[in-house]
């Protein structure tokens, strides 16, 4: 499901030029978004660092906060 995710992100961020633009003016980074969901899921049942930084490379990718 998060591969899926990622990939789908991925290839928006690709190909459409325009939209990518437009996301990266409202500070949103959709390449590494997806390259934190793909690490996630290589990550997904192992704690510790290697999930910490996947999850702060997606929070700070799409501007969630930390905390949450």
Known sequence: MLRDLASQMRAFAENETF????????G??????SA???GL???FDAYGETKAFQRK???RALRIPEHI
């Open 19 to 26: 939209a990518r633009l437009i996301a990266q003016m409202l």
């Open 28 to 33: 949103y980074n959709l390449k590494d978004a």
């Open 36 to 38: 934190g969901l793909i």
């Open 41 to 43: 899921s290589n990550s």
């Open 57 to 59: 490379t997606l929070t």
